[in-house]
């Protein structure tokens, strides 16, 4: 089984729905993120949490929303989703800080219709 | 917002050729990662370099992080097929959040 497993693989959905991503752990890391890529622009940050209290916006957190409903459960949800939220979406966790390893899911491809 | 300029975005070469692809910022890097994606999968780490002038090697593939750790390159010698995928370099620039390079997508032609 995978270490970081992400729910829903592939979904497709219509403008304005409510969508919500789910991640979860058996890493046993404190560290959480949620990553969106899009092709020629990388991965950018969403949101991250270092532990179930600790929730902080990434560079590009507006129209998403974030829940640490434990320490191995980190969900994305998008209120309202609009057409250029189509994306692939990955979670991650990190033991360290600074330089420590991410390990990623296998990514949450969406596609707002 | 402090930016990672990689080059090429697109490289195509024959199997047993060497190359290298380029990270770059104007900013001063505390540590660099370099991750490699396949298709359907999230990147997985290569390596993490922390000091200026720092080689590592792993296998065919060295890594090298610049004396100013502004800038750092990839070379791979003899690639082969398996070498193909996407590159990404990732820098944390004094805090814990990472910045990801636009990516190398590289193809190895048998």
């Known amino acids: 089984d995978a270490d970081v497993t992400q729910t829903p693989r592939n979904r497709i959905t219509k403008t304005g729905k409510r969508i919500m991503l789910e991640c979860s752990q058996t890493k046993g890391h404190d560290r959480m993120y949620w990553y969106r890529q899009d092709p020629g622009l990388g991965l950018r940050l969403i949101y991250y949490?270092?532990?179930?209290?600790?929730?902080n916006k990434g560079e590009i957190s507006d129209g998403y929303s974030v829940s640490r409903q434990a320490q191995a459960k980190f969900s994305l949800s998008l209120e309202s989703a609009i057409p250029n939220q189509t994306a692939l979406y990955f979670c991650?966790?990190?033991?360290?800080?600074?330089?420590?390893?991410?390990?990623f899911g296998e990514g949450s491809r969406l596609t707002v219709l | 917002t402090q930016l990672l300029e990689q080059s090429p975005q697109f490289l195509s070469i024959q199997e047993g050729e060497n190359l290298t692809v380029y990270c770059n910022s104007s900013?001063?890097?505390?540590?660099l990662q370099w991750y490699r994606q396949e298709p359907g999968e999230g990147p997985v780490l290569l390596v993490t370099?922390?000091?200026?002038?720092e080689v590592k090697k792993l296998k065919r593939l060295t890594f090298q992080f610049g004396d100013a750790r502004k800038d750092s390159s990839l070379h791979i010698t003899a690639a082969q097929p398996g070498d193909t995928g996407l590159y990404l370099c990732a820098g944390a620039f004094g805090n814990e959040k990472l910045t990801f390079g636009t990516g190398t997508r590289l193809t190895i032609i048998p």
């Open positions: 991650a966790t990190r033991r360290d800080g600074r330089s420590g390893e991410l390990f």
């Open positions: 370099v922390v000091t200026g002038g």
């Open positions: 900013s001063v890097f505390s540590s």
């Open positions: 949490s270092f532990d179930v209290k600790d929730i």
